[in-house]
């Protein structure tokens, strides 16, 4: 799928997760609901690592280009160290390591491990670099006639902002953490589903996406999970536009409204 509709798919997940925690009688304050849907909807754009053409390589200037090419010569090489005889021959890393189960637990891991070991500082980086993701991928049409420094000062306003109002007791930093240092651990959660959801919605495409790595399905190691190839769609098609997009906002909608108990 495309940066927004990838975006739209993330924040609409966490705040399915909201309503599924307002149901189970742990609901999370409304500053843990929007930080959580605006990181996922950030980190939804992240396995696109691999692709020096996708909206994430743009994001952060020629740094971002360039880890982008360091992440697909990283994810081809991986790819060629593990594949089986059925997997298919590439030129490239793109819908390899970084669009995996494993590389999104990793991925979310380590960004609670920061969080945890760097205390504020931390933190807001990590709501800063999600943030300016979040702005890309649903404001993507404004952001692409806007400056990158504009979007990065969002970014960073919204990061101190955000981090501001979570501090204030009630306010969710240790919604699911209560430990001493521990308030953070839970930015990692919404980093997991956001690849996670990303890797999903790349299924439903022609090329379908080799989730289950490094777990073999028969003759290959990278086999592209996806649904009958009947119903797949190409990336950016109208069914992308015209009904995943906004199917996406109705049930973010419909998450975020159970999640407030106001339905």
């Known amino acids: 799928m495309m940066g927004p509709a990838h975006s739209l798919s993330g924040a609409a997940a966490w705040l399915g997760v909201g309503a599924a925690a307002a149901a189970a009688g742990h609901p999370m304050p409304w500053p843990v609901l929007v930080v959580g849907a605006l990181i996922c909807a950030g980190a939804a754009l992240a396995p696109d690592l691999d692709h020096k053409s996708a909206t994430i390589s743009r994001a952060f200037g020629p740094v971002s280009k360039g880890l982008c090419e360091i992440v697909d010569k990283l994810s081809y090489a991986v790819y060629k160290a593990t594949k089986k005889p059925g997997d298919a021959r590439r030129t490239g890393g793109h819908r390899t390591l970084t669009h995996t189960w494993l590389w ?10 920061v969080a945890y070991t760097g205390g504020r500082w931390a933190v ?3 709501l800063f670099i999600h943030l300016v993701l979040a702005v890309e991928g ?9 400056s990158d420094v504009l979007v990065w000062l969002l970014g960073a306003t919204s990061a101190w902002i955000l981090a501001g109002v979570l501090d204030k007791p009630g306010n969710g930093a240790d919604w699911l953490f209560t430990g001493d240092g521990q308030e953070y651990l839970w930015l990692g959660l919404p980093i997991v589903l956001g690849a996670l959801v990303h890797d999903i919605g790349d299924a439903l495409t022609v090329s379908g996406c080799p989730i289950l790595w490094p777990i073999p399905v028969g003759r290959k190691r990278w086999y592209p999970i996806g649904p009958p190839k009947a119903i797949r769609f190409r990336a950016g098609s109208w069914v992308e536009l015209k009904v995943l997009m906004p199917a996406f906002m109705l049930l973010g909608g419909v998450g975020g409204a159970a999640a407030l108990n106001f339905i």
């Open 124 to 126: 807001l980086v990590l």
């Open 138 to 146: 649903l404001l993507w049409r404004a952001a692409r006639v806007s």
């Open 104 to 113: 999104a637990v990793m991925i979310g891991a380590g960004a609670s491990a």
